[in-house]
């Protein structure tokens, strides 16, 4: 699994490709944790266009960017989810808690 | 009970199987023509219900995971997902939102997102025998 990530202004986005389920939750924490090791931003924001499918594991890859954010006095905010990601967004409350940039069309 | 159609898949709980069980209900389901926010919304019911499978049910190896899907008149997809794991001690509180027994990685979200996404939802779990998570999904007809 390859992360493209870019650093603009202390705002880290994090491109995430793929479906995110169990099987790989893991690999998308641990890639996204040491993204913002390395350049301790002021802003994540997790890119998810490229993910083309989530379940309930793909909620807990963002409430641990969350944490790791919180950590260090950042924020965190989420973009571009395709339909059924926002879908498990919304039924999970997430939503409520970060922000979500919806795709301008 | 009449049905349409029917397929029973048996696999063990590798997490490698959560990917192929969400995509051959989805084939299954592709018969009866739904639309690509339904089929979304079965495959995230199914991936949840077989990672808990995986995740809780047999915390300790590997062990069978048995899917039944049929498709009922009035286009209706009745699917059954079971194991024969450790079971569930209070059901109503593994379905209270964020509840979870799991570590960092896990939401406590996987029942309620089954609950929002199908028509019909029920747990049926006994502690040391095991668990049947059963769900339906009416589809619209397209014209
Ligand atoms: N098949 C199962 N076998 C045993 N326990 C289960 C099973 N499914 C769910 N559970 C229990 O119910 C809890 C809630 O499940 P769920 O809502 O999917 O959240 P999560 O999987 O994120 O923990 C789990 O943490 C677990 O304790
Ligand atoms: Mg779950």
Redesign the pocket.
Known sequence: MHFTSYLQDSRLTVLLTGEID?HCAKTYITAINSKIEAYSPGMCVLDFSGVTFMD??GI?VVINALRTMNASGGTLAVSSPQKQVMKVFRASGIDKLIKIEEEVS | MKFENAMTLEFPSKSANECFARSAVACFAAQMDPTLEELGDIRTAVS??V???I????PEGLGLITIRCRILKDNVLDIVIK?K????EN?E?????M????GVE?????????ETFMTTFA?N?KSGV??T?HMRRKLQRRK
């Open positions: 169990h309930s594991s807990a | 949840e219900a990672t808990n499978c995740v809780h049910a047999y194991d794991g450790v079971g569930i059901v509180q593994a379905r209270t939102p509840f979870t027994t799991g896990r939401s406590g979200m996987g029942f309620t997102i089954m747990v779990s095991g668990t998570v």
